[in-house]
């Protein structure tokens, strides 16, 4: 695999609103960050914030049309092809979207995957490189990362017995099978390690409430921290 160099680690940079927070889930399909962004959303509503969530691909309506591109392809599309569709889609939502609301001061956006998924599935599982994809995120404003991101890990046993109980229609990556899955927790736990600050690995095979409990207490310490450190700033 192709060096990642500490320089595409460090043009990754969070968004610098006072004030405001960028957040992000990442995890396998059953791994729960929809019930636990909306327990999240509550949790900050209730602290006063304005919290808005969006979703990759899509977002935007030029994202929601890549999205359907590609989720509803039933051909095979190159790596490099899906990256930079994401990417595309990724661009689009930090112009129209995340960049403009994140200035508005006392506000949160979570959005429902983002650079990791594309760092875990196309960098890792479809076998592109994470040091490409970090390329493909080099410039400005794909460089913006978000100050925490939530990794709700569970195995691929609970992915697909959570998959079976749902028992969805599969899109184009659900239906990659098993070994798909199993390389996707390997690109998981890789890219945690390649961003610790940012990253929070959590146990996701615990109950709602335990999970919503652990993230609730991490964002609340975020918010401690990043309110000192902007205290510090304008003394
Ligand atoms: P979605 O239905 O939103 O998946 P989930 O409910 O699991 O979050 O579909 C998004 C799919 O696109 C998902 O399989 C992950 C994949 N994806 C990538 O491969 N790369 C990316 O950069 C993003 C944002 C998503």
Redesign the pocket.
């Known amino acids: 695999m192709k060096e990642i160099t500490q320089e595409q680690l460090s043009t990754l940079r969070p968004p610098a609103f006072p004030g405001s927070y960028f957040l992000s889930f990442e995890g396998i ?1 059953g791994a729960g ?1 929809s019930t636990q962004i909306i327990k999240l959303k509550t949790h900050l509503e209730s602290l006063n914030f304005r919290v808005l969530v969006l ?3 899509g977002g935007t309506p030029f994202g929601e049309r890549l999205r359907q591109a ?2 509803e392809t039933k051909n095979e599309i190159t790596p490099l092809a ?1 990256a930079y569709l ?1 990417a595309s889609s990724r661009a689009q939502l930090l112009n129209e979207v995340i960049l403009k609301e994140l200035a508005v001061p006392n506000t949160v956006v979570i959005c ?3 650079i990791d ?2 760092l875990v ?2 960098g890792h599982s479809r076998g592109l490189g994470l040091s490409h994809v970090l390329n493909i995120h080099s410039v400005f404003p794909l460089n913006i990362v978000p100050h925490l991101t939530f990794y709700l890990r569970i195995n691929v046993e609970t992915s697909e017995k959570r998959q079976k109980m749902r028992n969805a229609p599969k ?1 184009y ?2 239906s990659k099978g098993v070994e798909f899955y199993k390389k996707l927790v390997v690109g998981y736990d890789m890219v945690a390690e390649l961003f610790p600050q940012r990253i929070l690995k959590m146990n996701a095979e615990v109950t709602t409430d335990q999970m919503s409990m652990q993230i609730c207490d991490a964002i609340n310490q975020l918010i401690g921290l990043k309110k000192a450190v902007e205290k510090e700033e304008n003394l």
């Open positions: 399909e960050k979703r990759e691909p590609i989720l899906e994401f429902d995957r983002y998924s594309s599935y196309q899109d990556f659900e």
